[in-house]
């Protein structure tokens, strides 16, 4: 019995080494490049032992940037995406927990009828809206703009919905004793509802963060100028349609660099974002 469970073990082990490798590679594969030299890409000769141009290339990626269709250094890349990702990741946690607050506490007419049209919003992703959202940001001078990145994509039915869910388990016992010490609504929200709410927003400010990082479609439309595109548009720029002309190591630089960000901030929150999923600190 104990050898089976052993074998168990060395098995489901073997198995998670296997998926750890696969997953891997490609990264690794990435940072190789990211050391070669163009030429030796070019011709198809890689190894898959990192080659002798790191500082030189990473330096150029970071603060020199390519030759190519794009000339502004990843460093400025890095910033707006960051600039981006904050902002949304943000903004929907604090519209969301007082737009959730406001539903849950507060008894004003319609209030349920607004909460379920809040919810209908998420049939209404950006995608569907590009064009009506494209012209009022176009008419209120936000191209090019931090503000104009962030704020069509800063409201979230699905954060207002996780943290009325949450609310909704908080006993009442708690609003009573709020109220029997003298707190209002504003310190109760304030010294109640957001220390409980600690690990739902860190778990929400993680996948947010993510979500904002990795957007695509969006920067790509209200972005016309070079310091101001986010690193995700700037690699599809890099990218030549002759392969001879594509400076490979700064575009593998550019994609290993892209990567760190949302990593750091995962392992950073690793607990809080845990616990937010699958706990409450009532």
């Given amino acids: 019995m104990v050898e089976r469970e052993g074998i168990r073990r060395y098995v489901a082990h073997l198995i998670l080494w296997i998926g750890i ?9 990435a940072f190789v490049a990211s050391t070669q030299d163009n030429a030796v890409i070019a011709n198809g000769q890689m190894s898959l032992l990192p080659g002798g141009h790191f500082l030189e290339t990473y330096y150029k990626t970071i603060f020199v940037g390519t030759s190519g269709s794009t000339r502004e250094p990843v460093g400025t890349m890095l910033f707006n995406s960051f600039v981006m990702a904050m902002l949304i990741a943000l903004g929907k946690i604090a ?7 406001a539903i849950v506490y507060f008894r004003f007419p319609f209030r349920m009828t607004i909460f379920w049209l809040i919810f209908i919003t998420l049939m209404l992703p950006v995608e569907v809206r590009i064009y009506p959202t494209y012209k009022i940001v176009a008419d209120l001078h936000l191209l090019d703009s ?18 009325r869910q949450f ?6 016992e708690l609003l009573e004793a709020s109220r029997i010490d003298g707190a209002g609504p504003f310190r ?8 409980l709410s600690r690990t739902n927003m860190a778990a929400l400010f993680v996948i947010l963060f993510i979500l ?17 595109q986010t690193v995700q548009i700037g690699i599809r720029k890099m990218i030549t349609t002759t392969d001879a002309l594509t400076e490979w190591p700064v575009v593998m630089a550019t ?4 990567m760190l960000p949302p990593v750091f901030v995962v392992v950073v929150m690793q607990k809080l974002f845990v616990r937010g999923l699958v706990e409450t600190e009532k």
């Fill in 21 to 29: 490798a696969i997953v891997a590679f490609p990264v690794y594969l």
């Fill in 95 to 101: 519209i969301s927990i007082i737009s959730a607050y």
């Fill in 146 to 163: 931090y503000a104009g990145l962030a704020l069509p994509l800063i409201a979230s039915a699905t954060a207002t919905l996780l943290f």
């Fill in 167 to 172: 609310f909704m388990t908080v006993p009442d």
């Fill in 188 to 195: 109760f929200f304030w010294d109640t509802l957001l220390p």
């Fill in 212 to 228: 904002g990082w990795n957007q695509y479609l969006w920067p790509l439309l209200i972005t016309t100028r070079d310091d101001m």
């Fill in 255 to 258: 994609a290993v660099l892209a």
